[in-house]
């Protein structure tokens, strides 16, 4: 960083050497105060801005360099203050971006759940630098479509490097989209296309989903996008719009084939051999209120149900009654696929794998490969 700050300095008329100073603080302050690396910052800058050899990409060693061979390309030949503003400018938009904000400091609920989702990831920051310029609808349909890329990008265990590398690639073009045709176009193009090429092993990584081949949060996040999709198909309200509803401490995992059963629990079970194995199947957990969660305990299915009937989640309460509002609403179109049980064995774990790994296409926007 300090490279780059000497280049600046040999670039400026001494005259400006004070405006100079003032403003590289700027620059240095946003990025501390933000929480950002700053090399970090300045290779995804010019993988946002420029046109790179995004299968080699480029080195936090190298930036210097870069920044040298490209001082012409960059405007620091000609205007090194005009340059250093463009910095500052994209500073402030990267801390709004960590703080889940869009450029213009609005809350962005998809980069909220990306942060939920991703924990320390970043990567997607290339193409939300590359696109700052963008309207505030357009910028959230493309957040909307990083989230969904980004995550099945994680549940097929694509490796993180990929990432990079097309984000990278895909910039060049995203720089340019300016309107609502060309970002379908671009979406279209880049995320839907290699999504599709991933369908059956999102499917696959869904029917084989279990607490232990997955971090703790990135299932509470799975489950609570599970659980938002049929709120908001249900009810439509803006309210539901917030993952953070679902991701409380007043909002549990519920195991509904317990972890600490009743004797007897166990022993009903079909396959007491393999209990525990079931007990963390993406089939057997859903979320369920704190309050409530603590009444139903480790008891049977049976004896659960009543408190599953309480919970005001639609996915939980529909394990044991259909909700219905009226006839043909959209209340019961988004209820529908929505199975009921009377018993808790691993066949119906199973079924209930199957319908949530559908369900989970809708919530991602997951479409096979047509075939011909």
Same mark, same amino acid.
């Given at each position: 960083?300090?490279?780059?700050?000497?280049?600046?300095?040999?670039?400026?008329?001494?005259?400006?050497?004070?405006?100079?100073?003032?403003?590289?603080?700027?620059?240095?302050?946003?990025?501390?105060?933000?929480?950002?690396?700053?090399?970090?910052?300045?290779?995804?800058?010019?993988?946002?801005?420029?046109?790179?050899?995004?299968?080699?990409?480029?080195?936090?060693?190298?930036?210097?360099?870069?920044?040298?061979?490209?001082?012409?390309?960059?405007?620091?030949?000609?205007?090194?203050?005009?340059?250093?503003?463009?910095?500052?400018?994209?500073?402030?938009?990267?801390?709004?971006?960590?703080?889940?904000?869009?450029?213009?400091?609005?809350?962005?609920?998809?980069?909220?759940?990306?942060?939920?989702?991703?924990?320390?990831?970043?990567?997607?920051?290339?193409?939300?630098?590359?696109?700052?310029?963008?309207?505030?609808?357009?910028?959230?349909?493309?957040?909307?479509?990083?989230?969904?890329?980004?995550?099945?990008?994680?549940?097929?265990?694509?490796?993180?490097?990929?990432?990079?590398?097309?984000?990278?690639?895909?910039?060049?073009?995203?720089?340019?989209?300016?309107?609502?045709?060309?970002?379908?176009?671009?979406?279209?193009?880049?995320?839907?296309?290699?999504?599709?090429?991933?369908?059956?092993?999102?499917?696959?990584?869904?029917?084989?989903?279990?607490?232990?081949?997955?971090?703790?949060?990135?299932?509470?996040?799975?489950?609570?996008?599970?659980?938002?999709?049929?709120?908001?198909?249900?009810?439509?309200?803006?309210?539901?719009?917030?993952?953070?509803?679902?991701?409380?401490?007043?909002?549990?995992?519920?195991?509904?084939?317990?972890?600490?059963?009743?004797?007897?629990?166990?022993?009903? +079970?079909?396959?007491?051999?393999?209990? #525990?194995?079931?007990?963390? $199947? !993406?089939?057997?957990?859903? /979320?369920? @209120? &704190?309050?409530?969660?603590?009444?139903?305990?480790?008891?049977? +299915?049976?004896?659960?149900?009543?408190? #599953?009937?309480?919970?005001? $989640? !639609?996915?939980?309460?529909? /394990?044991? @009654? &259909?909700?219905?509002?009226?006839?043909?609403?959209?209340?019961?179109?988004?209820?529908?696929?929505?199975?009921?049980?009377?018993?808790?064995?691993?066949?119906?774990?199973?079924?209930?794998?199957?319908?949530?790994?559908?369900?989970?296409?809708?919530?991602?926007?997951?479409?096979?490969?047509?075939?011909?």
């Amino acid at each position: 960083m300090d490279l780059l700050k000497n280049l600046l300095f040999m670039r400026t008329s001494s005259k400006d050497y004070p405006r100079l100073k003032d403003r590289w603080k700027k620059l240095v302050d946003t990025l501390d105060k933000c929480g950002e690396k700053a090399l970090r910052f300045l290779r995804y800058y010019i993988m946002a801005h420029f046109e790179i050899d995004y299968r080699k990409g480029i080195r936090e060693d190298e930036i210097y360099d870069w920044f040298v061979k490209h001082s012409a390309a960059c405007g620091i030949d000609q205007a090194p203050l005009d340059f250093l503003e463009k910095l500052i400018d994209c500073a402030q938009t990267h801390a709004n971006f960590l703080a889940c904000k869009d450029a213009g400091g609005n809350h962005n609920r998809y980069l909220r759940n990306l942060a939920l989702l991703g924990g320390a990831l970043r990567q997607h920051h290339i193409l939300l630098m590359a696109a700052r310029k963008l309207s505030s609808d357009l910028f959230n349909q493309l957040c909307l479509a990083i989230e969904n890329l980004i995550f099945c990008y994680i549940i097929t265990r694509e490796p993180t490097k990929t990432f990079e590398r097309n984000f990278a690639r895909w910039s060049s073009e995203l720089r340019n989209v300016k309107d609502k045709e060309n970002l379908e176009i671009f979406i279209e193009k880049y995320f839907i296309q290699d999504m599709k090429s991933r369908a059956d092993r999102f499917d696959f990584a869904f029917r084989e989903l279990s607490q232990n081949r997955i971090q703790q949060y990135r299932m509470r996040y799975i489950l609570a996008k599970l659980t938002q999709y049929i709120e908001e198909k249900a009810w439509g309200n803006p309210a539901h719009g917030h993952l953070d509803h679902y991701i409380t401490s007043r909002v549990e995992i519920e195991h509904i084939l317990p972890t600490n059963p009743k004797p007897e629990v166990r022993a009903a +079970f079909d396959k007491p051999d393999e209990y #525990y194995d079931y007990v963390g $199947f !993406l089939g057997n957990l859903t /979320l369920l @209120e &704190k309050t409530i969660n603590a009444a139903v305990s480790n008891g049977s +299915f049976s004896e659960k149900a009543p408190g #599953y009937k309480q919970s005001a $989640f !639609l996915l939980t309460k529909s /394990l044991v @009654e &259909k909700p219905q509002v009226g006839q043909k609403t959209q209340f019961n179109q988004a209820v529908e696929e929505l199975l009921q049980f009377n018993n808790w064995d691993s066949s119906t774990i199973k079924k209930r794998q199957e319908m949530l790994a559908q369900l989970a296409r809708k919530v991602w926007n997951i479409t096979p490969v047509e075939q011909g």
